[in-house]
């Protein structure tokens, strides 16, 4: 094969796959097909699944396509497909990409209006297919035991310096009592001219 067949990016279903990658590989990148089902596309169509996806032909691309948008024209068996029974139409269909998300969407509208049980569920952000809840599917915040009250801690009083120890440094001079009951100024400090008049 010559360099001008290969392209670096095939168009599937509006979805860019790098040519590099595996035909097997590079198909599950569409959502709504797995593995095992672009397996069954590839033995269906007799491609080689190991081939690069670059290297895949237009009217491969198109057939591939083709199979994609309707799986029971090459009889793929029901129970393949994931879209069975739709409530609408009634028939068995394999929805891709953007479909799925605006099915299951509607689905769930649905069952909102129609007031059921599963509705009421997806309505309060539960959980809808019996799981149980009591340890899982919380949300908002923790929740805990609250603590009755904090505690504080221990208030340590200042020790008082023993009668005639010195104080400590730092700390400032004691003042001392006379024999009369006036207390005395410490030593250095000087009198106001308001206490010495009072003398």
Request: glycine letters at 10%; charged letters at 30%; zero cysteines.
């Amino acid at each position: 094969m010559t360099t001008q067949e290969y392209k670096y990016i095939v168009r599937i279903v509006g979805n860019d796959i790098p040519g590099e990658r595996k035909i097997r590989i590079g198909l599950t990148q569409i959502r709504g097909i797995g593995y095992n089902f672009a397996n069954a596309i590839l033995d269906s169509l007799k491609i080689n699944p190991n081939t690069n996806v670059g290297y895949l032909s237009d009217s491969e691309v198109q057939s591939i396509e083709k199979i994609l948008k309707d799986p029971s024209a090459v009889n793929f068996p029901s129970w393949f497909l994931n879209r069975r029974k739709d409530v609408e139409t009634g028939k068995d269909t394999h929805l891709i990409t953007s479909d799925i998300a605006f099915t299951v969407r509607k689905d769930v509208e649905r069952e909102k209006a129609a007031n059921s049980w599963r509705g009421f569920r997806h309505t309060f952000g539960l959980k809808v297919r019996g799981q149980r809840t009591r340890t899982t599917g919380r949300k908002g915040g923790a929740v805990g035991v609250a603590k009755s009250g904090k505690v504080l801690p221990v208030k340590t009083e200042r020790a008082v310096p023993a009668e005639g120890a010195a104080p400590a440094e730092g700390a400032a001079p004691a003042e001392e009592a006379t024999a009369d009951g006036k207390k005395e100024a410490p030593a250095g400090k000087k009198e106001t001219p308001t206490e010495t008049k009072q003398k």
